[in-house]
């Protein structure tokens, strides 16, 4: 008897997942009207930080990277001292901060890292410092999958309504 291999059903990691809840729970602010509108109020830093790391599910790594993202849209962009410095300074840990939350900020397209090649020229010891900046890939991303959805639904509706108006 012939296994059949399939892919295994754990379900997705959470390091590649995002937190979606319920378009109409109340842990959302409404951003769509009854006719299916957009509103025109924006999300808040800390309600956006939701989708990456849930306030209900993630509460430590919320705080940590909401403190981060608050700092980073003060100063746009953000060396390695002032990252060491907000790491200390908020008494996080290092391990939690560069394993856990940079790297999903990283991965959704919140921040961008950068790193430059420097040769000290006494020592030519090469050093690479890291420069953390906010990144409009977040939005992008999710701009383009709502842009296509709404023009799948527009398209399957206009085609609904060409159907019943050539019947008529």
Known sequence: MEEKK???SRGVPSSESIYLPRHDSPE??????KHEGIT??????EEVANFVFSKKYQPKYFE???????????????????????VKGNGISKATFYNRVLPRLKRVGM????????????SKRKYRPMRIS????????????????LAI??????KKEKKEQTKL
């Open 28 to 33: 959302l602010r409404t951003f769509q009207d």
């Open 64 to 86: 940590i990277a909401l403190g981060f993202l608050t700092l980073l849209s003060k100063e746009i962009s953000i060396g390695g001292e002032e990252i060491s410095e907000y």
């Open 6 to 8: 399939g892919v295994a």
């Open 40 to 45: 025109r109020n924006a999300w808040s830093l």
């Open 111 to 122: 921040v961008k890292v950068e790193r430059e090649t420097l040769v000290n020229i006494e």
């Open 153 to 158: 639904v527009d398209d399957a509706r206009s």
């Open 134 to 149: 906010l990144s409009k890939t977040f939005g992008n991303y999710f701009m383009k999958i709502g842009d296509s959805w």
